[in-house]
Nanobody, 122 residues
């Protein structure tokens, strides 16, 4: 059984919005910080946003002001609201539980889910 299930992707025009969802198990969700990653074709997977168990958030510089990460503890779900989408946001988006290393870098903890494809095009 998949531990991480992403949904909400699709085709959207530039300037449009999407909200992604990621459901995981209660035990994973309750004790971990969560993050959204994305992987564009031919590129590495990059961290987009994180939300701690205490609901502090942080974003990659290019997403600040456009993306909002949130979590619903009752539903074991983390969301990524994406506004003002650009063609360069096209990617497969993944969520994962994350942990912050002593170097201040967040690293993923679990096997990756299937992701959800976001395509931004006119």
């Amino acid at each position: 059984q998949a531990q991480l299930v992403e949904s909400g992707g699709g085709l959207v025009q530039p300037g449009g919005s999407l909200r992604l969802s990621c459901v995981t198990s209660e035990i994973i969700f309750s004790i971990n910080d969560m993050g959204w990653y994305r992987q564009a074709p031919g590129k590495q997977r990059d961290l987009v946003a994180i939300i701690t168990s205490g609901e502090s958030t942080d974003y990659a510089d290019s997403e600040k002001g456009r993306f909002t990460i949130s979590r619903d503890n009752a539903k074991n779900t983390v969301y990524l609201q994406m506004n003002s989408l650009k063609p360069e946001d096209t990617a497969v988006y993944y969520c994962n539980a994350v942990i912050r290393t002593y170097a201040g870098v967040y690293v993923p903890l679990l096997e990756w889910g299937q992701g959800t494809l976001v395509a931004v095009s006119s």
